[in-house]
């Protein structure tokens, strides 16, 4: 039985903030469970959200916190996005009220096995890639967490067996009792450093949340070659069994590695091997999310074949290095969910023409110094797509022959269009948040789409 059931009677208070998809879904299954709901919206609820609260008469407020009514709670959880300075959270944690993540609460309700990835960057592509094999493979799995619908929603309405879960650091800081049976910690560099008083160390305490109450039984994978993962393992006592990923030519006990082109997938003796060439994702940083993703589903006792089936025929998200159009010999690739540098490194490497390269947006405390040896070695121009890209023009003015700023995603295509030549590349990959100009990166990536298609 997983640890953190719930011994909760009906009647008790709970209060929600924040209605969007987390919010809404972690209300339905406290409604369903008996308790007492409120939820509570410092902005305008969507109207999609506000009339599913409204069918299953869940009362809610918007545009402002009604404290009295929120601090009267047992128990609140809190949408990932608000963070714990926000004054609700903060006055009811003073108060000693319990404040929790939607991931947290609807884990009480499901015996469910939890397949759950975190890390700085690949876990989306990892999330969907172990759904996608799994589903392929005949088992009854629910896809939720950062992708996919919300967790909470699903254990209301759903019954799976198996829960492929993408968990953020935000949604970990909130999760107390929660018990993953199989971790994967795709690598760990900096981001979201403004929600952790700047300070790396707590970003990484944070992501390590993800292996609270494993127990010897349970699974914990990782990327034995990302550097700060391999020196905090050192240094912490790890109590699941552990499965390395390397690309490094030589074998491990327990995992998976690269040898003469080929991934070997190693699970107690039980191996076996696909080429690089047989993947449907490409580049260095998607071999780790393909090791990651069957890894994890031999652990779940998948066929070899079912696997190897599955890696071969998926199909990547939007956002993520996905190929737009080849406008008169010019490839337009949209990476708008490469909102840190890591990403950014990534997305430069996989390139293989000169290249324009479209960057900014909101900076997060970057440090553009790690990409200047591939913006020197492959980008021919560049062209900064934000409201203030005084930090871009101070890294990376001398590296390239021409700098430009555009207001928009079809300036920022135009213009990359007209310096860009047949057989070279326009790469839209931000290593910044997009808010300064976009509703989210999706928003960014589909305006990008929108004007390469206009070209």
């Given at each position: 039985?997983?640890?953190?059931?719930?011994?909760?009677?009906?009647?008790?208070k709970?209060?929600?903030?924040?209605?969007g998809?987390s919010?809404t879904?972690?209300?339905?299954?406290?409604?369903?469970?008996?308790?007492?709901?409120?939820v509570?919206?410092y902005?305008?609820?969507?109207?999609?959200y506000?009339s599913?609260?409204?069918?299953?008469d869940i009362?809610?407020e918007?545009?402002?916190h009604?404290?009295?009514?929120i601090e009267?709670a047992?128990?609140?959880i809190k949408?990932?996005?608000?963070?714990?300075?926000?004054?609700p959270?903060?006055?009811?944690t003073?108060k000693?009220?319990?404040?929790?993540?939607?991931?947290?609460?609807?884990?009480?309700?499901?015996?469910?096995?939890?397949v759950?990835?975190?890390?700085s960057?690949?876990k989306?592509?990892?999330?969907?890639?172990i759904?996608?094999?799994?589903?392929n493979?005949?088992l009854n799995v629910?896809?939720a967490g950062?992708?996919?619908?919300?967790?909470?929603w699903?254990v209301a309405e759903?019954?799976?067996d198996?829960?492929v879960?993408?968990i953020?650091?935000?949604q970990?800081d909130g999760?107390f009792?929660?018990?993953?049976?199989?971790?994967?910690l795709?690598?760990l560099?900096?981001?979201?450093?403004?929600?952790?008083?700047?300070?790396?160390e707590?970003?990484?305490?944070?992501k390590?949340?993800?292996?609270?109450?494993?127990?010897?039984?349970?699974?914990?994978?990782f990327?034995?070659?990302?550097?700060?993962t391999?020196?905090?393992?050192?240094?912490?006592?790890?109590?699941p069994?552990?499965y390395?990923?390397?690309?490094?030519?030589f074998?491990?006990?327990?995992g998976a590695?690269?040898?003469?082109?080929?991934?070997?997938?190693?699970i107690?003796?039980s191996?076996?091997?696909?080429?690089?060439?047989?993947?449907?994702?490409?580049?260095?940083?998607?071999?780790?999310?393909?090791?990651?993703?069957?890894v994890?589903?031999?652990?779940?006792?998948v066929?070899?074949?079912?696997?190897?089936?599955?890696?071969s025929d998926?199909e990547?998200?939007?956002?993520r290095l996905?190929?737009?159009?080849?406008?008169?010999?010019?490839t337009?690739?949209n990476?708008?969910?490469?909102?840190n540098?890591n990403s950014?490194?990534?997305?430069?490497?996989?390139?293989?023409?000169?290249?324009?390269?479209?960057?900014g947006?909101?900076?997060?405390g970057?440090d553009y110094?790690?990409?200047?040896a591939l913006v020197?070695?492959?980008?021919?121009?560049i062209?900064?797509?934000?409201v203030?890209?005084?930090?871009l023009?101070?890294?990376?003015e001398?590296m390239?022959d021409?700098?430009?700023?555009?207001?928009?995603a079809k300036e920022?295509?135009?213009?990359a269009y007209?310096?860009a030549?047949k057989?070279?590349?326009?790469?839209?990959?931000p290593?910044?948040?997009?808010?300064?100009?976009?509703?989210n990166?999706?928003?960014?990536g589909?305006?990008?789409k929108?004007?390469?298609?206009?070209?």
């Amino acid at each position: 039985m997983k640890s953190g059931k719930s011994k909760q009677k009906s009647g008790k208070k709970i209060v929600i903030l924040g209605a969007g998809e987390s919010g809404t879904g972690a209300a339905i299954l406290a409604k369903k469970k008996g308790f007492d709901v409120f939820v509570s919206d410092y902005g305008k609820i969507g109207s999609e959200y506000k009339s599913v609260l409204t069918h299953h008469d869940i009362d809610f407020e918007e545009n402002g916190h009604s404290f009295d009514r929120i601090e009267k709670a047992a128990e609140i959880i809190k949408s990932p996005g608000i963070p714990d300075t926000a004054l609700p959270v903060k006055r009811a944690t003073e108060k000693g009220i319990s404040v929790i993540s939607e991931i947290e609460f609807a884990a009480r309700f499901t015996h469910a096995k939890l397949v759950c990835i975190t890390g700085s960057n690949g876990k989306t592509t990892t999330t969907l890639l172990i759904w996608h094999i799994l589903k392929n493979a005949g088992l009854n799995v629910g896809l939720a967490g950062n992708v996919g619908k919300s967790f909470a929603w699903q254990v209301a309405e759903a019954d799976f067996d198996i829960y492929v879960l993408e968990i953020s650091s935000f949604q970990l800081d909130g999760m107390f009792n929660f018990k993953a049976d199989i971790a994967v910690l795709t690598n760990l560099t900096p981001d979201h450093l403004d929600r952790y008083d700047n300070r790396f160390e707590n970003y990484i305490e944070s992501k390590f949340r993800i292996l609270q109450n494993m127990s010897e039984e349970d699974a914990f994978i990782f990327n034995a070659d990302d550097p700060v993962t391999a020196r905090e393992l050192k240094k912490r006592d790890i109590i699941p069994k552990k499965y390395s990923l390397t690309l490094s030519n030589f074998p491990r006990e327990n995992g998976a590695w690269l040898e003469n082109n080929e991934l070997i997938i190693n699970i107690h003796k039980s191996r076996f091997n696909m080429t690089l060439e047989q993947l449907a994702l490409q580049g260095k940083h998607n071999a780790y999310n393909s090791m990651a993703a069957s890894v994890a589903a031999r652990l779940l006792d998948v066929r070899k074949e079912n696997i190897k089936q599955s890696l071969s025929d998926f199909e990547n998200i939007p956002h993520r290095l996905e190929f737009v159009s080849n406008v008169h010999g010019i490839t337009f690739i949209n990476d708008s969910k490469a909102t840190n540098i890591n990403s950014t490194w990534y997305a430069l490497e996989y390139v293989e023409a000169p290249t324009v390269w479209i960057v900014g947006g909101q900076d997060k405390g970057n440090d553009y110094s790690e990409l200047m040896a591939l913006v020197k070695k492959k980008v021919k121009a560049i062209v900064c797509l934000g409201v203030d890209n005084s930090k871009l023009h101070a890294a990376f003015e001398d590296m390239v022959d021409l700098m430009v700023d555009a207001g928009s995603a079809k300036e920022a295509v135009t213009y990359a269009y007209n310096l860009a030549k047949k057989g070279e590349i326009v790469l839209l990959s931000p290593a910044c948040a997009s808010f300064d100009l976009f509703e989210n990166y999706q928003d960014r990536g589909d305006q990008f789409k929108k004007a390469v298609k206009e070209l």
